[in-house]
């Protein structure tokens, strides 16, 4: 009687014309990561964050989704890497990047701004708001290629407005990102990819850090990592794809004046 592996072989050649390998399983692959650059984000995610996918880094003002963004960001203009930030609320602060250890030269600043664009001579003009020309913003450079990571900021808007983005915008981003293997980091007060979101973690501040009885020294931040995606060629690792689970980190980080 033959044995396993002599009958598959003989199957294999019998349908080599119609279905090359057909009982040859996929090669193993693993996710593609980026470090943050803080030690327990980065244990906490195994890795860091995904590479040609879309973070979402959610939480309330002043809880440290900023301070992780710029970690991350200081990574790769470390590497010399081309990164964009696109402010949807004006409120980037080249100096806090800076003392963070973002490299400014390699850092493109997309600055929105309520203004009025006239398509046609002689049209109407029509007004775009800061969320749309920062959709835009962030659509051209996607397609555009060659950033190694991008910050969308929406820290700033509205969670009714954030949750009108259409589906249809977040899987475009996601489909480029994958395309041009660029890092999307989606800043937000919620999470507003759904479905597109590899990644989405949830900031919080835990405690103020003092020095003596009057100098604050820095504060302490907490992550939860809230839902981890696995695309459907990627073999896991760790777990089983999974819609949520919760897992937590904490880090420190000096305030600088």
Not at 22 to 36: G, Y
Not at 43 to 66: D, H, K, N, W
Request: proline fraction near 4%; glycine fraction near 6%.
């Amino acid at each position: 009687m033959p044995s396993a592996a002599a009958l598959r072989l003989e199957i294999e050649r019998s349908l080599a014309h119609r279905f090359p390998s057909a009982l040859t399983p996929m090669p193993r692959r693993f996710r593609e990561v980026e470090a943050t650059g803080i030690a327990a984000v980065d244990e906490l995610l195994e890795g860091g964050m995904p590479v040609g996918a879309i973070s979402e880094v959610t939480g309330a003002e002043s809880s440290g989704r900023t301070s992780l963004a710029l970690a991350f960001l200081a990574r790769r203009t470390a590497e010399g890497r081309i990164c964009a930030w696109v402010d949807v609320s004006d409120s980037f602060d080249p100096e806090s990047a800076a003392a963070n250890g973002v490299t400014l030269r390699q850092l493109l600043w997309v600055r929105c701004r309520d203004r009025s664009v006239t398509r046609k001579a002689g049209s109407k003009a029509k007004p775009w708001t800061r969320l749309d020309q920062a959709l835009r913003a962030t659509d051209l450079l996607l397609q555009a290629g060659g950033f190694a990571a991008i910050v969308l900021d929406l820290g700033g808007t509205a969670r009714e407005h954030g949750s009108r983005i259409p589906a249809a915008t977040w899987f475009r981003f996601r489909q480029a990102a994958d395309q041009t293997r660029c890092s999307l980091v989606v800043l937000g007060k919620a999470a507003y990819a759904q479905s597109s979101a590899a990644l989405v973690l949830e900031c919080r501040r835990e405690q103020a850090k003092i020095a003596g009885e009057t100098a604050l020294r820095g504060f302490a931040y907490a992550v939860e990592c809230r839902r981890e995606r696995w695309a459907a060629n990627v073999m896991p690792m760790r777990k089983p794809p999974v819609s949520t689970w919760q897992a937590y980190a904490t880090w420190e980080a000096e305030k600088r004046a």
